[in-house]
């Protein structure tokens, strides 16, 4: 039987997708509501597929996906996301995800991507395929690669430069401060820094950052 530990920080999700996977005969060893938890339980319970958000309070999900790969290499990642950014998605596969299914997709999809997980097969979404595809064939738009971030992104970079938290920024843009913590995610591994503060001051040095 399949041993599976769901990580994800919304618990009616992780609820659901444990009973599909339990009717399928698939076995829920564990849950995890953040990275860091995630990587704990990983280690410890060494389930065969590690079903994980790309986005969670604590550790991210690169990081757990390379420590991982160091402590439990035949451990399978399959990534469970809302979310499709280029980054994020090309970020996490060559982290060592086997798979990145989006959550829009059926619960039997899903099921079906962590069956092949399991067998060390890659699944991934359509929409997230077509990305693979895209990049692969060298047709990226030109635009995506000139401008390291996205327009959302250097608005909440600007704000960022200012000092704003998290909570005023995302009651700025009407957006929820999980949204912020994704965009600020996703701000620091375009510009490969570590903090906030790096982040304003490589934006300032490339011209990103009004000032």
Same mark, same amino acid.
């Given at each position: 039987m399949i041993k599976v530990l769901l990580a994800d920080d919304h618990p009616a999700l992780r609820a659901g997708i444990k009973g599909m996977l339990e009717k399928a005969?698939? /076995?829920?060893?564990?849950?995890?509501?953040?990275?860091? /938890?995630?990587?704990?339980?990983?280690?410890?319970?060494?389930?065969? &597929?590690?079903?994980?958000?790309?986005?969670?309070?604590?550790?991210?999900?690169?990081?757990?996906?390379?420590?991982?790969?160091? =402590?439990?290499?035949?451990?399978?990642?399959?990534?469970? =996301?809302?979310?499709?950014?280029? /980054?994020? &998605?090309?970020?996490l596969l060559e982290a060592g995800a086997v798979g990145y299914v989006l959550k829009e997709e059926a619960l039997e999809t899903i099921e079906a991507a962590v069956r092949a997980a399991a067998r060390g097969e890659p699944w991934l979404s359509p929409k997230v395929a077509a990305k693979v595809m895209k990049k692969a064939l060298g047709k990226e738009e030109a635009e995506e690669e000139a401008i390291p971030l996205t327009e959302r992104e250097l608005e909440v970079l600007q704000l960022m430069a200012k000092g704003w938290s998290n909570k005023r920024i995302a009651k700025e843009l009407s957006i929820t401060e999980r949204t912020v913590r994704f965009h600020v995610g996703n701000i620091l591994t375009k510009l490969g820094v570590e903090s906030r503060t790096e982040a304003v001051v490589e934006g300032i040095r490339r011209s990103l950052v009004r000032t």
């Amino acid at each position: 039987m399949i041993k599976v530990l769901l990580a994800d920080d919304h618990p009616a999700l992780r609820a659901g997708i444990k009973g599909m996977l339990e009717k399928a005969d698939i /076995e829920v060893i564990g849950e995890a509501a953040d990275g860091d /938890e995630a990587l704990r339980l990983a280690e410890r319970l060494r389930p065969d &597929v590690l079903v994980l958000d790309a986005v969670m309070p604590g550790l991210r999900a690169p990081q757990v996906i390379h420590h991982l790969r160091e =402590t439990c290499p035949d451990l399978r990642v399959l990534v469970l =996301t809302a979310y499709d950014d280029n /980054e994020l &998605v090309f970020g996490l596969l060559e982290a060592g995800a086997v798979g990145y299914v989006l959550k829009e997709e059926a619960l039997e999809t899903i099921e079906a991507a962590v069956r092949a997980a399991a067998r060390g097969e890659p699944w991934l979404s359509p929409k997230v395929a077509a990305k693979v595809m895209k990049k692969a064939l060298g047709k990226e738009e030109a635009e995506e690669e000139a401008i390291p971030l996205t327009e959302r992104e250097l608005e909440v970079l600007q704000l960022m430069a200012k000092g704003w938290s998290n909570k005023r920024i995302a009651k700025e843009l009407s957006i929820t401060e999980r949204t912020v913590r994704f965009h600020v995610g996703n701000i620091l591994t375009k510009l490969g820094v570590e903090s906030r503060t790096e982040a304003v001051v490589e934006g300032i040095r490339r011209s990103l950052v009004r000032t």
